[in-house]
Each structure stands twice: as C-alpha cells, then as structure tokens.
C-alpha cells in the first residue's frame, strides 16, 4: 500500500512540474515565426495564395503544438491556452474594443470606405480561429519567449514594442493594417504580459480585424480568399 502511495505521488509530481523551455528553443520558435511571416510575402503577397498559406500555417503550428504538449503537459497553460481567466481579460480588454469600433466606423464614414456586406458575417466566425493562430505566433511565441529569455533581459516595454513593430511588418504594403495591427500588438502585448489568454486576445483580434477591413481598409477578404473558389 505503501508503495502504491508513493508511486501515485511520484506520478501526481511529475504532472505537476514542469521544465522551463531553454533559451535556445525560445530562440528557435522567434526564428520559426519570423520565417513564418516571411512565407506571408511570397505565398500571400506575390503567389496570391492566401488560403493555402492559412490552412498550411495553421496545420504546421498545430503539429508543433501537439509535440510541445507531448513533452510538457503544461506548455498550453504556460502559453495562454486557458479559460480559468478568459472572462477577466475580455473585461480588461472590453473599453478598448469599444474605442476602435467607433474610431473605425469614425474614419470609415470621413474617408467613405464604410462597406459594411453579409460577406462580414462569415468573417467574424471563422477570423478568430487565425486570429488565435497569429495572436499565439506573434504574442506567445515572440513576446512571450522575449520575457522569458535568460541569456537577454529586456524591458517589458521594449517587448511590447518590439512585437509590435514586428506585426505590424508583416501586414505591409497597406498603410492602414501595419497602423492598426502595431496599435492592436501595444494593447495586446501589453495584456498578455500581464495576464496570458490566447483565446480572448485571437477572439478580439478576429472580430475588430474583419471590421477593420469591411470600415477603414474598404477590403473584402470574404470574396479575395473564398468566394474566387466558388
């Protein structure tokens, strides 16, 4: 009995514990992310295949996810895949969704790029799934590992800012989306460094994104990835 007790324990610890990730693979998911985001210049921008760059992204990540998790029972939780805070944080984030609402519907109707279809709809239920898959690149993986790195301590402030400059290269040419998604990463760096949730973060990054498009940016990604396959 008493050596049943003592392996449950053993068992129950190792669950528990988890072995922080070295520096040098914090190091290596930066370096998988950054080339990540440059596929996003030859598959999206000058293949013009946007679909098949979205659909292989998500499918290569989540098979590194699924191996992380293998070997960490504990990396999801450490990376903000969690609910125990979910409604805490859409909380917090709550006033700031407002404000860009109203500033997109603001300067939409004074630059007359308000084009606001059904072609939405769609958009704000499957945009927060690649939402979720860019907010963990982008926030997890690069201003996450940032704070975590051993060998370099930086400011929280120059993470944030960092991260933010570095998604905001990724949506270049277009003026208006490298403006809104450096303005989104400052606000969202500045959430997940204080309280870690992917989900809350990929949830509002999908819905004020595809309103962005259809309010300020006068784009219609429904029709430019789906409807063209139809």
């Known amino acids: 009995m008493k050596n049943k007790l003592t392996a449950l324990m053993i068992e129950f610890s190792n669950l528990k514990l988890t072995r922080p990730a070295s520096d040098k693979i914090r190091i290596i998911e930066i370096i998988a992310v950054a080339l990540t985001a440059t596929g996003k210049f030859v598959f999206v921008d000058y293949l013009n ?10 499918l290569a990540w989540l098979i590194y996810v699924i191996y ?36 997109f519907f603001i300067i ?30 982008t926030i ?13 301590k930086l400011k929280k402030i120059s993470i ?24 989104l990463a400052l606000f969202y760096g500045y959430v997940y460094l204080r309280v870690k949730n992917i989900y809350a973060l990929g949830l509002f990054h999908g819905w004020l994104g595809a309103l962005f498009y ?11 990835v789906f409807l063209k396959y139809l």
């Open 214 to 224: 259809y309010t300020v940016v006068n784009q219609d990604p429904f029709a430019d």
């Open 49 to 58: 295949l946007r679909l098949t760059y979205v659909i292989v992204t998500i």
């Open 160 to 183: 944030i800012f960092i991260t933010a400059i570095l998604f905001s290269i990724v949506h270049y040419p277009s003026t208006w989306l490298m403006v809104g998604t450096f303005t």
């Open 108 to 137: 939409g109707y004074f630059q007359g790029s308000l084009n606001i279809t059904w072609h939405i709809l769609p958009l704000l239920i499957t945009y927060p799934i690649w939402g979720i898959v860019q907010q963990f690149l």
């Open 68 to 103: 992380r998790y293998k070997k960490d029972k504990l990396v999801l939780k450490d990376w903000g895949f969690r609910t125990d805070n979910f409604t805490s944080v859409i909380k917090l984030m709550l006033p700031f969704a407002i404000i860009s609402i109203l500033s």
């Open 140 to 152: 997890a993986l690069v201003a996450g590992n940032l704070n975590n790195l051993k060998c370099m």
